[in-house]
């Protein structure tokens, strides 16, 4: 799908993979004019297809893209491109409780630009590919560092988008973290370097005596679709959850610390490292309310339990 600057996209059309033809100063290249987005498909039982709320991926790509000075494809379209690009792979979608498709959306300033400015056209694509889970340890817990000197995002710059610079920007030290044995990063705010922000590509939650608090969405952090889904889940269950400023400190007495995306759905955090030292929560798995959240929107997601949130988008 193509568009010029302030224009329409056309009907896109379905192309097998392979490799892309791209102006050597192409906007994205040059300045960073990109955006991306990711959703995975669920195959049921029935053989049926799920995506869950690919709609609101539609959402954010246009808030990201109003920041990034690019045009965005309308929701509608975002959806059906989504939806005609997972059933010509429908054979690619693995079969129940063996994994999900991945699908990735993107968007970016493909025209030519020299001096500094918006590309004068952009090109919407998505590519797909069947993924099993996204840390090495599976549903294990997982192991984070906390980072006191690189920062992810400042406020005021883009952050709380999914621009494809903020994932350059967290290479070298979820590198170095990797290297060392944790399995990824926390970030803290870097104004007061003591708020918690997010990992590298997941939104944190911090559970104390059975209330659940999570960063409060400040532009700084991405407003994660599982984050909010997960709020949704954990109040009808029962939960109270704020979203504040959550300290680094609490981290020292909480009772469970998990993490959410579409990649990592709900991962228990087994360990924090901070300037040193390690605060370990329990080894064997997600602890109770982790594990009770993860439950109630995988078997939605998957289809396994009536989705009275009205989440799911079915396609056969
Ligand atoms: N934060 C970052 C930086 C991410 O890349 C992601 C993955 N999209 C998330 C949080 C979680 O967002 P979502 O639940 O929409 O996948």
Not at 229 to 238: E, F, K, L, M, T
């Amino acid at each position: 799908m193509k568009c010029t600057q302030g224009g329409n996209f056309s009907k896109g059309e379905l192309q097998r993979f392979g490799n892309i033809e791209l102006n050597p100063s192409a906007g994205v290249l040059n300045y960073g004019q990109g955006l991306f987005e990711g959703l995975k498909a669920y195959r049921k039982e029935d053989g049926n297809i799920l995506l869950f709320r690919p709609e609101e991926n539609a959402l954010r790509m246009r808030l990201g893209a109003e920041r990034m000075c690019m045009p965005s494809p309308t929701v509608e379209q975002f959806v059906e491109a989504v939806k005609a690009t997972v059933l010509a792979n429908k054979r690619w979608v693995p079969p129940p409780g063996k994994g999900s498709l991945y699908i990735r959306p993107l968007l970016m300033g493909s025209g030519a630009v020299l001096g500094l400015a918006p590309a004068p056209e952009y090109t919407f694509l998505i590519y797909v590919s069947p993924v099993g889970n996204y840390f090495k340890e599976g549903v294990a817990p997982i192991n984070l560092i906390v980072e006191h000197e690189l920062h992810r995002a400042t406020p005021g710059g883009t952050g709380g988008v999914k621009t494809i610079g903020n994932y350059a920007a967290v290479l070298k030290a979820q590198s170095a973290a990797k290297a060392k044995g944790y399995s990824d990063v926390l970030y803290l705010d870097c104004v007061h370097k003591k708020y918690l922000e997010e990992v590298s590509s997941c939104n944190i939650f911090v559970v104390k005596d059975n209330v659940i608090s999570t960063p409060a969405i400040k532009g700084t952090i991405l407003p994660g679709i599982t984050r909010k889904s997960i709020i949704d889940v954990a109040r009808s269950q029962g939960f109270q959850v704020e979203e504040r400023a959550v300290q680094v400190d609490e981290l020292l007495n909480a009772d469970e610390v998990f993490c959410t995306g579409t990649a990592v759905v709900v991962s228990p955090v087994g360990s924090i490292t901070y300037k040193g030292n390690r605060v370990s929560y329990g080894v064997d798995g997600f602890g109770a309310v982790s594990q009770q959240l993860y439950s109630v929107l995988t078997r939605l997601q998957m289809g396994l339990t009536e989705d009275k949130m009205n989440w799911t988008v079915e396609l056969s």
